[in-house]
């Protein structure tokens, strides 16, 4: 990402908001705000260390009845909107509860993980084996009839690039499930900006939540993408589906 640039749209003209303080890092980095796609952002280098991966677990471990049952739910309407569905990739899969669930749904499932703990955990506890490297690994060659990606992008500096390659993975007709942490409406979002330390503000992970999508912002990435249509939806997960033709 060029230095004042919108990782969401690529868009110059930001308006800085004010400093914020890593909950973790104790650091000082700055917030923006993207007069473009309405986007927030704060890009704070923040990396995890092992200790922290493996909470990472710990709390998907804590996690996954819950999240099985919202993948349940996903997965059903996934196949009501595309019938033929064969095949399905769930990008940052934690240990695997789409993966599982989808399998379940007799759908051919893979996922990526890049958790080493987490891909470790999955193959120990529940038998399935993750993919650690999307890239080199050679599956982001591969095409699918679904993608799934639940809190991912929020995480990354560079967004768009996962995105991309995302949706290059698609068949023709296939679906691409998209769930952010979103930031709502204006006036919540302003409560935000002025107490961001609050617990259960977007902004009270700050250092490894990056990114704040706005709703417009997702609509723009799905027209500058190419998806043939977009919906919010709420099926397990808050998320956006795009269908790409």
């Not at 092992?50 to 819950?66: A, F, K, M, T």
């Not at 990606?149 to 990354?156: A, F, G, P, Q, R």
């Not at 995302?166 to 204006?186: C, D």
């Amino acid at each position: 990402m060029l230095k004042n640039q919108c990782p969401v749209c690529n868009y110059h003209k930001l308006f800085s908001i004010r400093h914020l303080k890593g909950e973790r890092t104790g650091k000082l980095f700055r917030l923006w705000f993207c007069r473009n796609c309405h986007s927030l952002f704060n890009p704070s280098g923040y990396r995890e260390d092992d200790e922290q991966l493996c909470l990472d677990v710990d709390w998907h471990s804590n996690n996954y009845d819950d999240s099985v049952k919202k993948a349940e739910l996903l997965i059903y309407n996934l196949l009501s909107e595309h019938d033929k569905a064969k095949s399905l990739i769930d990008i940052g899969c934690g240990i695997g509860s789409v993966v599982t669930t989808a399998k379940s749904f007799n759908l051919k499932a893979v996922g990526v993980e890049p958790n080493r703990f987490a891909v470790d955990h999955a193959k120990k506890k529940f038998g399935i084996e993750l993919v650690c490297d999307y890239f080199k690994s050679g599956i982001c060659k591969q095409k699918f009839d679904l993608v799934t990606c639940i809190h991912v992008l929020e995480h990354l500096e560079k967004p768009r690039i996962l995105l991309k390659d995302a949706i290059s993975t698609l068949k023709p007709g296939g679906l691409l499930f998209l769930s952010l942490p979103f930031r709502g409406n204006i006036l919540k979002a302003l409560m935000y900006i002025l107490f961001p330390n609050l617990k259960g503000t977007p902004f009270s992970l700050n250092d490894e939540h990056i990114v704040h999508f706005s709703h417009r912002s997702i609509q723009m990435l799905a027209k500058e993408f190419g998806a043939t249509s977009c919906k919010h939806v709420k099926w397990g997960w808050d998320g956006y589906l795009m269908r790409f033709d």
